[in-house]
């Protein structure tokens, strides 16, 4: 626990450093510090420590400002409308960062575990790969905001890698996340989009569906 607090700390460090550094040029809001959130657990969870971290230790006065999509996060970090975006999940978002060009720098990680992503089922389901899903009982695939990568790679990629017959529903996390919950209740049959980190692995038994094809890579 210590290291990763010290970890976190140079991270908000580099934060404040990189924030101060291009302050040189005149700002109506000097001592105050703007954080992108996109309103995802751990987005909201590291934005909000952050906020104390620099404000009860650091004297910053910490404004938190939501919006509904990476690119638009990127676009606000990269046009001067907040100073720092901190739920950049890679590779996934490199476009994102790439389009920004030197506007925006990447800081050091604030978490360095091993991360996963791609279409899932509860355990209860026999269903082992992607490519199974079209004749299983299975009609519904529920995902995540419209417009990200990953949701991009499903409608773009898997659904016609795989024939893929079932409704994909795109819709906010914490929505797709509720619908999980009563459908994993009831035993339901359904796929998702899953990841880690996140508490939704303390909760839930899935496993990630093989992708034989590749469909959801790079």
Not at 103 to 127: H, K, R
Request: charged share 25%; hydrophobic share 40%.
């Amino acid at each position: 626990m210590r290291k990763t607090s010290r970890k976190l700390l140079a991270v908000i460090l580099a934060l404040v450093v990189g924030i101060l550094v291009s302050a040189c040029a005149p700002r109506e809001e000097s001592g105050n510090i703007r954080l992108g959130d996109i309103g995802w657990d751990e987005s909201q969870a590291i934005a909000n420590l952050t906020k104390i971290l620099l404000e009860e230790d650091m004297g910053y006065t910490v404004d938190i400002r939501r919006l509904e999509s990476p690119p638009l996060l990127f676009q606000a970090a990269g046009q001067g409308e907040i100073d720092a975006f901190q739920d950049v999940w890679l590779p996934n978002h490199q476009a994102f960062l790439d389009e920004q060009g030197d506007q925006v720098q990447l800081l050091d990680y604030w978490y360095e575990g091993e991360t996963s992503f791609g279409i899932a089922v509860p355990t209860y389901v026999d269903v082992t790969s992607l490519e199974e899903l079209p004749n299983s009982n299975i009609d519904t695939i529920y995902g995540i905001e419209p417009g990200t990568p990953m949701m991009d790679k499903i409608n773009d990629r898997v659904v016609p890698t795989y024939n893929l017959n079932q409704e994909i529903v795109e819709a906010g996390t914490q929505g797709m996340l509720s619908q999980v919950d009563d459908l994993y209740k009831n035993r339901e049959p359904f796929a998702f989009v899953a990841w880690t980190p996140h508490w939704m692995n303390r909760y839930y038994e899935y496993r990630y569906l093989d992708d034989p094809q590749d469909a959801q890579e790079e």
